[in-house]
C-alpha cells in the first residue's frame, strides 16, 4: 500500500474543522512521552453544567464513586472558568468564552469546591484534567485593561477572531511573547495550585506549534507524568508536545460506513495508514460523540451502535466516552443553557456493553496495543476482520451490517477462531457453523487465541 497517497485519499473523503491535511511521516520518532497510568485507559468527559440537576463541583464530587465502577480512571471537566458576558451566547454563555483564567465559574461552586474534587478524584486512584482554552478569550476578558497586547487587533486597533460566528470571544495575539507568558503563567496555575493531571486543549493547531514546543517541557517540569489532548487532527502536534489529538477523521469515516457510503475496509486501511504516519507514542482519542457532535444513540441508533462501539475500544488509542453517552441519552445538552442529563432514562444493555469493554480493555492490553494482525477474507464491504498482539492475542470479528455474514478465512486462522476462547458477544450464539464463521447482523465478538 503507497500509504501517503492512501493518507490523502482517506482524508479527502472528510470535511470536518481541525484536521491537517498535510500528509507527513513522524513515525520515526518516538513523540512526547505518554504517561504510564494512561495505556489503556477510557476519557470520560464532563460538562459540570449538565451533568446534574444542581450543576454544580459537589453534584459531580458525589458521582465519582458512580464513575469509578464504570471503570473510568480518568475524567476531563470542560471549562470550568468564569464565562464572558459581553456577547453572550444563550442565557449563560458558552464556557469556551473565558472572563478569568484564575477562577472558577460561580456558576459551579468555589475554588475549594473545585479543589475538594480534585482531591477526592485522587483519593479513588482518578485522574482529572481540565479543558485549556488558549486560543481566544472572552471580548470582556478581566485583564485586557492591563494587557492589552493579549488579543489581535486590526489596523484600527480592533479586535479581530478567526471565526466570525464565534462572536462571544476574540482571538489571543501569539506574536507577542507576553501572550505566550501569560498562558504558560496560567497553565502553571492549575497544575501547581489544584494538582490536575493534565490538559484538554482546544482548538490546539489555532495556537503556534511553536508555543507548545516551548510550553509542554516546562510544564512536565512541574509533574513529568503531565498529559496533553490537542483538539485537532495533526501529528506535527505529537513530535514533543502532545500525547493525545483528535481522530476526527475516523468519527466521519464510521458515519459514512454506517450510510453505506463506504465499505468497513476504509476504517481497517485508516487504522493502519494512521499509525504509520504518526509518533509511536501517539494515542489518539477515539470517539462516537463529544460535545461538539450529536449523541451517537441519535446517530447510529440502538441495535447498530454495537458494532461501532466494539471496534473502537478494540483499536489502539485512547476511547473517549461523554457524560450519558454511556446510558444511551439522545438528548444533546446545550453549551449555553443548563440542560441536565436524565440519568433515569438509561439503556441498561447499552450501559453494561460499555462496563465491558472498559474492563476488557484494562484485562487484555492487546486491545490498546498498536499490532495488528489483517488476514484475508471475503465480505470485506460489510464486516471487518483483525487480529491484536500484545501480552494476549485477541481476533476481532465485527459485522457492521444488518444482514447475516459469512467469513471464510485461512484454515489457520479459523481454526486458532474455533479452538480460542470467547470474551465477547454481542449476540450470545454460536459462530462457529459448518467450517464457517458466521456472524449475525451486527454483531461482535471477541475472541482470546490460545
Not at 513522524?26 to 477510557?42: C, D, F, Q, R
Not at 506535527?236 to 459514512?256: G, P
Not at 457524560?323 to 447499552?350: A, M, T, V
Request: glycine share 4%; charged share 25%.
Amino acid at each position: 500500500m503507497d500509504i501517503k497517497k492512501r493518507y490523502s485519499e482517506i482524508i479527502s473523503k472528510t470535511k470536518t474543522f481541525g484536521i491537517e491535511r498535510k500528509c507527513v511521516d513522524l513515525n520515526m520518532h518516538s513523540g512526547a512521552p505518554v504517561p504510564g497510568w494512561l495505556p489503556g485507559e477510557t476519557l470520560y468527559e464532563i460538562y459540570v453544567r449538565s451533568f446534574s440537576n444542581q450543576g454544580s463541583f459537589n453534584a459531580v464530587k458525589e458521582k465519582l464513586e458512580h464513575i469509578k465502577k464504570l471503570g473510568i480512571n480518568l475524567i476531563w471537566l470542560m471549562p470550568i472558568y468564569p464565562i464572558g458576558e459581553l456577547g453572550r451566547k444563550g442565557s449563560l454563555g458558552s464556557p469556551y468564552s473565558v472572563r478569568d483564567y484564575f477562577n472558577v465559574n460561580p456558576e459551579y461552586g468555589s475554588n475549594d469546591e473545585f479543589k475538594e474534587l480534585v482531591n477526592a478524584a485522587h483519593t479513588l486512584d482518578m485522574k482529572v484534567i481540565i479543558d485549556m482554552v488558549p486560543n481566544h478569550v472572552a471580548n470582556d476578558y478581566n485583564q485586557l485593561s492591563l494587557k492589552p497586547y493579549l488579543i489581535k487587533r486590526n489596523s484600527q486597533g480592533e479586535p479581530v477572531r478567526k471565526i466570525e460566528d464565534w462572536t462571544d470571544i476574540i482571538d489571543m495575539d501569539y506574536n507577542n511573547p507576553g501572550t505566550r507568558e501569560h498562558i504558560l503563567n496560567v497553565m502553571r496555575f492549575w497544575i501547581t495550585e489544584y494538582d490536575i493531571d493534565g490538559y484538554r486543549c482546544d482548538v490546539a493547531g489555532m495556537v503556534p506549534g511553536s508555543f507548545w514546543d516551548w510550553a509542554a517541557p516546562q510544564l512536565r517540569k512541574i509533574k513529568n507524568d503531565f498529559y496533553l489532548l490537542a483538539e485537532w487532527e495533526s501529528p506535527f502536534l505529537h513530535k514533543d508536545s502532545f500525547q493525545s489529538s483528535y481522530d476526527w477523521t475516523l468519527y466521519e469515516l464510521m458515519k459514512l460506513v454506517y450510510k453505506r457510503a463506504e465499505s468497513v475496509q476504509i476504517l481497517l486501511d485508516w487504522i493502519y495508514v494512521k499509525s504509520k504516519l504518526y509518533p509511536k507514542n501517539s494515542l489518539s482519542l477515539r470517539f462516537l460523540e463529544n460535545h461538539d457532535k450529536p449523541r451517537s444513540a441519535s446517530i447510529f441508533k440502538q441495535e447498530a451502535i454495537k458494532p461501532y462501539l466494539v471496534f473502537l475500544f478494540s483499536i489502539d488509542g485512547l476511547p473517549l466516552i461523554y457524560n450519558g453517552q454511556e446510558i444511551g441519552s439522545k438528548k444533546y445538552p446545550s453549551l449555553f443553557e443548563r440542560q441536565p442529563i436524565d440519568w433515569h432514562n438509561r439503556d441498561d444493555e447499552l450501559y453494561q456493553l460499555y462496563k465491558k469493554l472498559i474492563q476488557l480493555r484494562k484485562e487484555y492490553p492487546a486491545l490498546a496495543s498498536k499490532e495488528y494482525l489483517f488476514p484475508d477474507h471475503i465480505n470485506k464491504n460489510n464486516a471487518a476482520v483483525f487480529v491484536k498482539k500484545g501480552n494476549d492475542q485477541i481476533s476481532l470479528l465485527i459485522n457492521f451490517n444488518n444482514q447475516i455474514e459469512e467469513i471464510f478465512l485461512a484454515d489457520e486462522f479459523m481454526q486458532s477462531i474455533k479452538n480460542g476462547c470467547v470474551i465477547l458477544n454481542t449476540k450470545e450464539n454460536q459462530i462457529w457453523q459448518s467450517g464457517k464463521l458466521v456472524l449475525q447482523p451486527l454483531q461482535a465478538v471477541m475472541v482470546k487465541i490460545k
